[in-house]
């Protein structure tokens, strides 16, 4: 069975679980909108040249690279990547893609306050909602061999019998003049 995190797959996953507080402290409604904004704030870092860190989940960031055409011309490609954390990669034994260069561009943390100010609710409530999407995570990486993480706008994140790969929206790399390299997906969710 294939367990999807879009912003629906998220909140159910979340609400599997005998400790969550979805529906106690927080409502779907709640977890929906904070992955919209945090999706958004990974959007313009990346637009103003510095990747994302979402601590112990995903790195979003992105390497240059620069072909010489002739003399006169050239090119200069930007190729993105979302790498999971090394603590996730050796716990659940995943096979994960390593780029085998240093990344030009510098990464900065997940702004939960951003996220609290643009989303409008309190700092504990977007902390629970990511917390509690992560753990939902876990656990469907301890009981399931095929799970797709959506990012609405980005891409999605895939993990199939321990396999990572990465897809991207052709939107968002039309958007950010992203190289051709990388596999597009044309059925990406969007933001609303």
Known sequence: MVIIFDCCGKVEEAKKNVYTKVGKDICPAHIEKVWEKISEFVMNQ?????GVRIPGFVTFNYKIFTREVNQKKVVV??????????????KYDLKSPRPAFNFDISEVPLNLSQITIESGLSRSCVETCIDEVLQAFSRA??????IEFHFPSIGRLIIKYGEVEQYFCSSFMTKYAFGQEIVKDK??????
């Open 46 to 50: 990346m637009c103003t040249g510095r």
């Open 77 to 90: 490609e930007r190729v993105p990547f979302m790498l999971l954390n090394e603590d996730l990669v050796r």
């Open 141 to 146: 990486l301890v009981c399931d061999t095929h």
């Open 187 to 192: 059925s990406c969710p969007r933001l609303p």
